[in-house]
Each structure stands twice: as structure tokens, then as C-alpha cells.
T-cell receptor
């Protein structure tokens, strides 16, 4: 069962612009994670935000979490062509569950 | 150089044959996972293992089998009972089972069955 739902499914922007992707989920979570996947490759972990955190930064990445709305957003600032990839959110359930549930992803294209 | 390796990168098989996908990690992680990814889809969990000699079914375990005889290795067998085996298969690992830490992924194996 897939809990995270990313929005939009696809996003095309120009280099230098900001990219915002959203993720909504249905049940309570322990944490929410964002991953990146270049075409035909494995996933790379970007950032983890715990359920008691509201915002987290890592370089050009900014993640917010609103547990009341069961949603998260990933902002990539000053995007580069190398940011072109699919971005997935994954939720880790409460109760010590070690499993992650992935959404279907947002395909980001950054045009030079 | 720590990481997860999956081999081979591409695999072709005839329908009705079992095939085993390899996954090895040298990160000293306890937990390992197998996912399946279809075009335009997210990852779906096939099997996971928290400790040697123990594993649990994920959401789509039918037609697959695994073993965990060593901490470093978690091979996946796609059996002839799997109705739609053509897909991209990803292996991952994480530390400390029971805690939802980040997962580290291998490069994946693309399996094509004709």
C-alpha cells in the first residue's frame, strides 16, 4: 500500500528557478524522508524530518512537515540541470515500524 | 569504499525459469530490503530482513523468495510463479532494525522476462 502521494507528478523549470514538490500521507508517522533517483539508478537519501520537527534544511534543500495536514514539501532553491531526477517521499510509520512506504514520485526536469 | 552492490545490472530470462538477484552490503547494516519498481511507479516492498536467518514478507511477496544466511548478503529469487516479473529491482539496507532510519540503495537490477 502506498501512503505518500507526491504532487505534481511532473515539473519542468529553468535553471536558477526554485522547485517545490509536495507529499501528502494518510496515517500517523514517525518520520518522513525524501529520496532522489536519477534515471535507471538507485535511490539516494536526501533528508529525514521527524514528526516533531517542522522544518529542516540541507544545502539548497528545505523540507517542511505539517502533521496536522499530513503533508510535507521539498523545496530545491537555485536549481541546476544536475537536479533533474525523480523525487520520492517515504513515510515511516509509528510504533517502531522499520518499513518505509514510498509515493510514486515527482519527475523534475531542469532545463539549462 | 562502503556501499551496496547488486549484480547483474541487466538480466534476461525466459518465462518459466527461476532467477536469483544478488545483493551484498559492507555497511555492517542489520536490516536489508528488496523493492520492485515498475515504470512511473514508486517502490513496493517485496521482502525485508532485520537479522540473519530471519525475514518477513512485504506487500508483494507472492512469487518471490529470499534467504539471509549472512549479514552481508540478501539474495532474491524470482520464481516462475511470479506473474509479471519484468521490473527494476532495488535492494536497500539500513542500520538498527526497529528504527526507521534512512535506507541506502544499490544501483538496481533490471530484469526482463520474455
Amino acid at each position: 500500500s502506498q501512503q505518500g502521494e507526491e504532487d505534481p507528478q511532473a515539473l519542468s523549470i529553468q535553471e536558477g528557478e526554485n522547485a517545490t514538490m509536495n507529499c501528502s500521507y494518510k496515517t500517523s508517522i514517525n518520520n518522513l524522508q525524501w529520496y532522489r533517483q536519477n534515471s535507471g539508478r538507485g535511490l539516494v537519501h536526501l533528508i529525514l524530518i521527524r514528526s516533531n520537527e517542522r522544518e529542516k534544511h540541507s544545502g539548497r534543500l528545505r523540507v517542511t512537515l505539517d502533521t496536522s495536514k499530513k503533508s510535507s514539501s521539498l523545496l530545491i532553491t537555485a536549481s541546476r540541470a544536475a537536479d533533474t531526477a525523480s523525487y520520492f517521499c517515504a513515510t515511516a510509520g509509528g510504533g517502531g515500524s522499520e518499513k518505509l512506504v514510498f509515493g510514486k514520485g515527482t519527475k523534475l526536469t531542469v532545463n539549462p | 569504499d562502503g556501499g551496496i552492490t547488486q549484480s547483474p545490472k541487466y538480466l534476461f530470462r525466459k518465462e518459466g525459469q527461476n532467477v536469483t538477484l544478488s545483493c551484498e552490503q559492507n555497511l555492517n547494516h542489520d536490516a536489508m530490503y528488496w523493492y520492485r519498481q515498475d515504470p512511473g511507479q514508486g517502490l513496493r516492498l517485496i521482502y525485508y530482513s532485520q537479522i540473519v536467518n530471519d525475514f518477513q514478507k512485504g506487500d508483494i511477496a507472492e512469487g518471490y523468495s529470499v534467504s539471509r544466511e549472512k549479514k552481508e548478503s540478501f539474495p532474491l529469487t524470482v520464481t516462475s510463479a511470479q506473474k509479471n516479473p519484468t521490473a527494476f529491482y532495488l535492494c536497500a539496507s539500513s542500520r538498527t532494525p526497529g528504527h526507521p532510519y534512512e535506507q541506502y540503495f544499490g544501483p538496481g537490477t533490471r530484469l526482463t522476462v520474455t
